[in-house]
């Protein structure tokens, strides 16, 4: 990899995951306030997140593989604010339950 | 209280006091960049780089010790086992510190011998403590696994975040070995030393804050432990299993097979995806509880934890961490600013949400309030992410200007050292490193006088 694309490669990739972060605080907030601002935001962030999975993929020199990672990630991020969401409910139920 | 909770506090002072000396020492070694001639003749650079770093690993080891020797007999319900040769060791740590500090400091060399190994300075990077020293900690280690097995043994029955610590507290130990061959071969060296490095930060360490995080959770939130432990198991088998061969991501420029690259890259990649479910299940719990806790200080520092671990581990690491990225970024400010927010966020974080749990407790305090908590919490994070800010610009000059258009030559380095964005972004990082230390004069100061400000309490509960 030649010098600049370097610095945008890495600075893409810090942004990628940080939007994930993003929609995940916004999914999990949106959930609570029941307020549909931050449904849309979370929507917006992993839609932005997205994005730049897209610029990773077509514009920066990573090797097939790692674009394959970096698709694979993005579905997991997608998954995972629901399902860590459904778990603690399911425990917190489960608590309710058993006491 | 238990004598193990005396001890636990002990532990937090000495804690806090070498964060102090870790804060000083961080200061002082930023300010060698804007002034080469800094102490000329008096300390080197690399002796204030140790002295940073080394202390950096032993207040973090002292906060988990008191936090383990804390939350141990109430877990279960009795006294710590062999609690008298733990608060002996403790005074022989303290000592052990101080001494190795003091010929850090004024002894700095010694011939390249055996002499030098034992009584100076063994030679690798964050373990440079004397090998005197580094048979210390192996012997207070042992006492400490000692002290939470034998408390189980006693006790004769266990919980799950104590049977997680139990197994935790093995590799643990058995890594810290590591420290003491000298290699000779330096690519087998840094293979094994990484093991050790690697396998602390990002996999032994990281299931111990979790044991205490669960721990502390409970105490703060009033979180059932059936609900703890089945996250712990989770988040531990998550981390681990990202962590263990993310050891790949060190293996460059050191000689070993280029596979590691890949394996590294790969692995360490999907570390932030058990970081999202801990970030989404810190917003969880605080929603549950709609951020009502009797110890705010505390909470904010717990959320700062998942937030930081986040976004310093997961955000910055994942920058660096592809082998196309890492092979330019590696050993250069990035990965300094990296390290940095990374240890702030997933371990100095949570042991100062511990000291304030704490606080509470010996102090008797219904409600832990005031305001200079939230000045000490905006100074040392603002002061920390601006840190990282600025030694992220740094970084990318080194990468940019001294790696991937110079090749690493001696002129590429100097060029790289002289750009004007490595410069400020050197100043800035001084800068902000004083706002860090003026968070850190007030986190004292809120600690020292919690409870005995009319403003800090707003209820006090009866001694019990």
Known sequence: MSALPTLETGLLLGLYALLAGVWGVLWALARFRKAASFGRSAAAAYGLHTLVAVVIILWTPLGLGWKCLIVGSSLAFLAIPPITWRLLQHTHDNEKVGA | MYRSQTLALKYFAAAITVFGVMTITGLLSSYYYISLDFLFGVIPFNIMKILHINTLVIWLLMGFMGSIYWFLPGELGRETAGIRAAEILFYVFCAAVAVVAMVFIFVQYGASNEASLWLINQGRKYVEAPRWAALGIVVIMVVFAWNVIGTVIAARRTTGIITVLMIDLIPLILLYLIAFPAIRNMSADLFWWWWLVHLWVEATWEVLIGCIMALALMQLLGTPRRIVEAWLYI???????????????????????????????????????????????AVYDAGAQHMKTTNRPALYWMMAEAFGNFIGAGVWGFMITLPQVNLYAHGTQWTVSHGHFAFWGAYACGIISVLYLVLQRIRNLAIVEGQLWKWSFAALNLGLVGMTGALLVAGFVQAFVERAIGGSTLNAFISGQENAWFVDGMVARFLLALVFTAGYVVLVWDVLTLGRRASAVAAVAPAQ
Not at chain 2, 261 to 273: K, M, N, Q, R, V
Request: hydrophobic share 50%; glycine share 18%.
């Open chain 2, 235 to 281: 988040e531990v088998a998550l981390v681990l299993g990202t962590g263990i061969l993310g050891l790949g991501h060190h293996y460059f420029w050191i000689g070993t097979p280029s596979y590691w690259l890949t394996i590294g890259g790969f692995f360490s990649a999907l570390e932030p995806l058990p970081l999202l479910g801990m970030v989404v299940h």
